[in-house]
Nanobody, 115 residues
Framework: QVQLVESGGGLGEPGGSLRLSCAAS????????MGWYRQAPGKQRELVAR???????SYAESVKGRFTISRDNAKNTMYLQMNSLKPEDTAVYYC?????????WGQGTQVTVSS
């Protein structure tokens, strides 16, 4: 059974930083395509960043240069380092894992950027 558990959300200040974690079980993140998505109130869920099994990364234009996706294969955990936070980054952030034509989701973690 695949489980993805996000942590690290909370309140951040504009210009500040937060780091999200996604601990995976039942799936190896080293071979899956892992991603971070977010959904703000009244908006559709959108892709924030993705890292493939081969280690290739991609980012939404809105977070390029500010967010960094990474993974620790030994811990089977993925991260999202978020710097230079903006109020528009406020959303529920979801971790995803795609393998063998199936996509799994975490329960989400709230990120609120406000002064």
């Amino acid at each position: 059974q695949v489980q993805l558990v996000e942590s690290g959300g909370g309140l951040g200040e504009p210009g500040g930083s937060l780091r999200l974690s996604c601990a995976a079980s039942g799936i190896s993140i080293s071979i899956a395509t892992m991603g971070w998505y977010r959904q703000a109130p009244g908006k559709q869920r959108e892709l924030v960043a993705r890292i493939t099994g081969g280690g290739f990364t991609s980012y939404a234009e809105s977070v390029k240069g500010r967010f960094t996706i990474s993974r620790d294969n030994a811990k089977n955990t993925m991260y999202l380092q978020m710097n230079s936070l903006k109020p528009e980054d406020t959303a529920v952030y979801y971790c995803s894992a795609t393998w063998a034509l199936r996509t799994y989701w975490g329960q989400g973690t709230q990120v609120t950027v406000s002064s």
